[in-house]
């Protein structure tokens, strides 16, 4: 196994615990304002350690250029959508959780 390989198994771990933390957040946290910010925060941190991991695996550089183009598109496309459904949410009238004190 190369330092290369090694290096790719651990981008794609520390991948694994972004999406998994993004995940538990969904879960997790009281109100769509704050799973939203999870979602996409823990997911698109997820998804760059990814592609970078394939492209040290890439075999040629219009490979590499491929996975970063993928990766800013989803990156928009990701940011675009929260902040619609956030707006959408807000529009509605959708309060964000507060802590109440007894």
């Known amino acids: 196994m190369s330092a290369l390989d090694v290096l790719t198994a651990l981008l794609l771990a520390a991948a694994l615990f972004f999406f998994v933390a993004g995940t538990i957040g969904l879960l997790r946290f ?5 799973r939203l910010h999870a979602l996409t925060k823990a997911d698109n941190a997820g998804l760059g350690l990814t592609v970078l991991a394939l492209m040290l695996q890439a075999g040629s550089w219009p490979e590499v250029f491929k996975l ?31 802590r109440r004190r007894s």
């Open 30 to 34: 009281p109100d769509l304002y704050s």
């Open 68 to 98: 970063g183009l993928i990766w800013l598109l989803v990156l928009a496309a990701s940011s675009t959508v929260c902040f619609l459904i956030g707006h959408e949410a807000y529009r509605r009238g959708v309060k964000p959780w507060t």
